[in-house]
């Protein structure tokens, strides 16, 4: 089998919309994809913006260039956004960029329902909901196995994105798991243009 083979072969299985012409082309595709959504997102807005560490923006860059899902894209696009925001306290891009990149789409999917239901906003609680509830909604909407809720909870759990109840039949989103969807969820100048 030729390199050539192997590449018709990867361009085959990869879930991606656009047809493949390198490797290297790939990823240049992706990262300007989500670069430019960035931009767009910063001119439209008129926001401000500050520098960031040439470290972060590489992580941006290599990162997010294996990313051909446009939800996870839209995600890389914002968290860049809000990473060179001028405004936005938060200036630990750099652990969420890695959170991010090992995150599936159904982990992610999870954190967000979990934020949707166990987070009042503009109160300092978090409330506990049911692992049940959870599953059921995972199983039916994400199409997840049994064996995939296991994996993606203990792999939320190990990288303390979530917390579950002592009897382990309810969870709530973490306080990091917070912060990070907060970041890849609205742009920050959206949030305070209000």
């Known amino acids: 089998m030729s390199i050539q083979d192997n590449f018709k072969f990867l361009e085959h299985v990869a879930e991606t919309e656009r047809k493949i012409q390198s490797f290297d082309n790939w990823q240049q595709i992706n990262s300007?994809?989500?670069?430019?959504?960035?931009?767009?997102?910063?001119?439209?807005?008129?926001i401000s913006v500050r520098k960031i560490p040439l470290k972060t923006i590489h992580a941006f860059i290599t990162d997010s260039a294996l990313e051909s899902l446009k939800i996870q894209q839209q995600r890389w696009a914002i968290l860049f956004a809000n990473a060179v925001t001028f405004s936005n306290p938060c200036q630990q891009h750099l652990t969420l960029v890695k959170i991010l990149r090992d995150a599936s789409l159904e982990e992610v999917e999870i954190l967000h329902y979990l934020k949707k239901h166990s987070f009042i906003e503009f109160e300092t609680s978090r409330i506990w909901v049911p692992v049940l509830g959870m599953e059921q909604w995972a199983i039916r909407e994400l199409d997840c196995s049994g064996i995939d809720i296991e994996i993606i909870l203990e792999n939320l759990m190990m990288k303390r994105l979530i917390e579950l109840s002592p009897s382990h039949e309810e969870m709530r989103i973490a306080p990091l798991g917070m912060h990070f969807i907060m970041e890849c969820e609205?742009?920050?100048?959206?949030?305070?243009?209000?």
Request: a positive charge; proline letters at 4%; glycine letters at 4%.
């Open 186 to 194: 609205v742009p920050y100048g959206v949030k305070n243009q209000t």
């Open 32 to 46: 300007h994809t989500i670069i430019t959504m960035a931009r767009k997102f910063l001119v439209e807005h008129q």
